[in-house]
């Protein structure tokens, strides 16, 4: 098993910027793909960006250019540096890994979600 803890949410206002991290702990043998996921009131979840094991990014038309996604993975973590930040940008974020993990000799890959970091953007 493998849990997931962000951090660096909070109120900024709008053109400021923030940086979220994401740190996996746990039975942690591999962690594959790495990525951000956000939530408005009222929206359904979407993806925000994601990194692969080889550095390979992805991003949501909306935020490409503002958002940097990059991982560090001797310390089991992702992070998301947010620029130029818009009010529609305010949202509950969440990390998300592909993890594998090992316990009792016995191998496992889980999709692994955080619990998520408020993030408002308002003046």
């Known amino acids: 098993q493998a849990q997931l803890m962000e951090s660096g949410g909070g109120l900024v206002q709008p053109g400021g910027s923030l940086r979220l991290s994401c740190v996996a702990s746990?039975?942690?043998?591999?962690?594959?793909?790495m990525g951000w996921y956000r939530q408005a009131p009222g929206k359904e979840r979407e993806l925000v960006a994601t990194?692969?094991?080889?550095?390979?990014?992805n991003y949501a038309d909306s935020v490409k250019g503002r958002f940097t996604v990059s991982r560090d993975d001797a310390k089991n973590t992702v992070y998301l540096q947010m620029n130029a930040l818009k009010p529609d940008d305010t949202a509950v974020y969440y990390c998300?890994?592909?993890?594998?993990?090992?316990?009792?000799?016995?191998?496992?890959?889980?999709?692994?979600w955080g619990q998520g970091t408020q993030v408002t953007v308002s003046s």
């Open positions: 998300n890994m592909n993890i594998q993990t090992k316990q009792d000799g016995v191998a496992r890959v889980g999709n692994y």
């Open positions: 746990g039975n942690i043998f591999d962690i594959y793909r």
């Open positions: 990194i692969t094991g080889g550095g390979s990014t």
